[in-house]
Each structure stands twice: as structure tokens, then as C-alpha cells.
């Protein structure tokens, strides 16, 4: 199969890629980080970070070089996994009572979405739960580079803020926060331990493989996902065990780079509709709740778009060769399963905990709240019950 023989029901209508003006990537980056501000003509940055302790040199190595350039940072250290709201409203009286020029993200998902908020709020002045939505943010924020330090969501380059509101994610979506600058330096992701390269890995597949499956995808979104896909497959084991090892770590952290640009202007479909319904009920973290979920999200397009699935099983090195479409997509999906294992993730909702009756509740939030109009399968509640099923025994083609 051929990326030129694909036909794209997207084509039909005027298509818009969105991404950062500049992606500065590679080992030692970080070093860049002064000119880059100077380049925006910022002189008062403001850092948007969490207390992670294997980030602490991190950012005091970015702190010091600023200082060296004769900027003053201010850090703001109170960021936290899969944000509340409260503390995107905290962190936006912050930034407006310090008038930072610039803002700078230092961490995963989490705080880049956050330093989305920062930036935001320093040129729109009402409270941030108003900017829920999409497109609602009326004006671009101020200069805002992100530099991730692990390799998953691609944060660094899409128009996305997720924050946690109550038990649901909600997100700001507006061009106006896509950073300026996506700083991307594989040695700040070297400290992740496993299970976090594992998840975030997860989260970065599964983002480029439902772009892949999508409706909106375009041939530009697929030539980025189906290579973030390649990626993924050479370097996700190794960096799981091996997290010293930086040419793994400089393939993840491009894999991650390419999936959030694929799926930014992509879309995604089931799958993370699957896993942000079951994630937050167990505490489950969004990556790991994307592996968990990727394998049946494949399943569940096969009888639609062999084809896509079987360019997926192609770039992740699967023997294809002589293979009817269908079979070569199969083959994919058994790679994911593998793949999922290797790195410690489990392939069934039983083994996190859930209970086999919960399943039909969760099937109904998934399609109230979850919708995916690119979806190249209808999502009705039905086929999702029938999804969270599988998903709950573990039984993937079968
Ligand atoms: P995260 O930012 O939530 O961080 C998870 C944990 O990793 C934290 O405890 C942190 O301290 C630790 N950590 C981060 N970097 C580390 C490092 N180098 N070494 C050791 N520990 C480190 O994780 P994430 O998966 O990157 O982000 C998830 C969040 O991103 C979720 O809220 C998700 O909804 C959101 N997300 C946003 C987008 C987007 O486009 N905006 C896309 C996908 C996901």
C-alpha cells in the first residue's frame, strides 16, 4: 500500500495545517534558550515549571543562563500533573501581577499547557475558566516557548491547553496559544524514568496512529504521524530500557514533536476518547490509559480502513510483503499488543482494577462527552459498550 493511492475524504473541503513559527531541535538546544528570547524581544521571562526534583538542575542550568544574558527569571514551580483549573486561575494572577514579557514552559504536557495559560492571560484579562472552548481567546498571548522534558504529547507545538475542571478534561483551543518557539532537546526527556518513557511514549503512538485513522487527516498529517509511528517503533523499547540511551531519546522526542504537529491539524478519533473516560476514574495517567487503549482502537476501524491500518503496520517495520491489506493490518495491531506489553502496560481493563458492570456507564460518558466527528467509524453507544468489552477482557481481533 501507497500513501498515493490513499484517497482523503479531507481533500474534499480547504484544508489548514497549523504549527509554531520555529522548532529548534536537537541535543543541547536548551543552550539557545537567551537568544531565542532576545529574537522575540522578550527581557522579562517568567518559567512555567513543576518541583520535580530530576528537573531541578534543569532549570537552574536555564535560570543561569538567562542570568548570564542579564535576564532576571521568575520561576513558577507549582505546576502539577494534569492540571486543575484552580491552578491555571492561580497561575494567571501570578503572571499578571509580575507583566512577564515572555513565557517559558519547562516540563511534560502538563506545564506546557500551563505556560499556554501564562501567556494567554498576559494579553486577555478575564478569568481563564472563559476561555474553555473553542477559539474564545481573542488575543495571542505573549512570546511563549516550550521545551518538553518528556516524549509524548507534542504539547510544545499544538493550539491545545488541557486542564482537569471537576473530574472532567477540558481544553482551550485557540491558534492564538500555539507557542512561538517549540525548543525541543532530548536530554531534558533523560531523566524520565520507565514507566513515565513508557506512557508518554504510548501517548505519542497513539496520537499519530488516530491521526492516521482520522477522517481530517490530510497527506501532510499523515507523512508526519506515519514517521512519528516509525519512530516509535525503533525507539520506544530501547528508551524504556535503556533511558541513557540518547540517540532513543532524540527518536522519542522527535516521534512526540511530529505526532503533536500530525495530530493538531489531524484530529484525533477513539481512542483518546476511550482513555480520557476510563483514565480519570482510576487515577490512571493519560499516557498509559492511550496504550492501554490503542489496540482496540485499531481493532474497532479495521473493517473500515484496512488500508490506513495496514501504511501504520508498514512503518513500524512489520513484514507486509505478499500480505492481503487486511492481514497486513492485523499484523499491525499484534505489533501494538506486543509493543504495549514490552513496555510494561497492561492490554485489558480487568488487570487496572475496573469491574466488567462498569463498563456500560463508561461506554455512555465516552459518547456524551467524548464525540469524534472524525471518526471513520460511527461512534454510537452501542459499538463503544462493545469496545469497553473487549477492552475490559483483553481480547484484541478475536
Ligand atoms: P506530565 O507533564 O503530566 O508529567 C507527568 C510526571 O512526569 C510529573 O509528575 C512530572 O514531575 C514528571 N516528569 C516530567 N518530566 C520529567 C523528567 N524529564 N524526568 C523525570 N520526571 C519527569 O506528563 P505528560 O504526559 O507529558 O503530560 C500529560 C498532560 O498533557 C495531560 O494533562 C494531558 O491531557 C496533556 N496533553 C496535552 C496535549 C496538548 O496538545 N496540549 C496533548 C496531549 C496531552
Known sequence: MRLADITYPSLKNVTHFLSPRKIVFGIGSRKDMAKEIRRLEGSKPLIVTYAEPKLASTVEEIVKILHGDGMDSAVYSRAEPEPRIEVAENLATYARKGRFDVVIGIGGGSVMDLAKIASMSLT?????????????????????????????????????????????????????????????????????????????????????????????????????????????????????????????????????????????????????????????????????????????????????????????????????????????????????????????IPVSLKALGFEKGEMAELAETCVKEWPRPNSPRELTGGAVREVFEKMWEGRVLT
Open 124 to 344: 486577555n484579562p478575564k478569568p481563564v475558566r472563559e476561555y474553555l472552548g473553542v477559539d474564545l481567546v481573542p488575543k495571542k498571548g505573549v512570546p511563549l516557548i516550550c521545551a518538553p522534558t518528556t516524549a509524548g504529547t507534542g504539547s510544545e507545538v499544538t493550539m491545545f491547553s488541557v486542564l482537569s475542571v471537576g473530574k472532567k478534561k477540558m481544553d482551550v483551543v485557540s491558534p492564538h496559544i500555539i507557542p512561538d518557539v517549540a525548543l525541543v532537546d532530548p536530554f531534558l526527556t533523560a531523566t524520565m524514568p520507565p514507566e513515565l518513557t513508557a506512557g508518554t511514549g504510548m501517548d505519542a503512538l497513539s496520537q499519530a496512529i488516530e491521526t492516521v485513522t482520522s477522517l481530517a487527516a490530510t497527506p501532510l498529517t499523515d507523512c508526519l504521524a506515519l514517521t512519528a509511528i516509525q519512530l516509535t517503533a525503533k525507539w520506544l523499547r530501547v528508551a524504556y530500557n535503556d533511558g541513557g540511551d540518547i540517540e532513543a531519546r532524540s527518536g522519542m522526542a522527535l516521534a512526540a514533536n511530529l505526532s503533536g504537529l500530525a495530530f493538531g491539524s489531524g484530529k484525533l478519533t477513539l481512542g483518546h476518547s476511550l482513555s480520557q473516560t476510563f483514565g480519570p476514574v482510576r487515577k490512571i495517567s493519560h499516557g498509559v490509559s492511550c496504550g492501554v487503549a490503542l489496540p482496540y482502537v485499531m481493532d474497532f476501524y479495521l473493517p473500515v480502513i484496512p488500508e490506513k491500518l495496514s501504511l501504520i503496520a508498514e512503518a513500524m517495520g512489520v513484514e507486509t510483503r505478499g500480505l492481503p491489506v487486511s492481514e497486513a493490518a492485523k499484523a499491525g495491531i499484534r505489533f501494538v499488543v506486543r509493543l504495549v506489553e514490552d513496555v510494561g
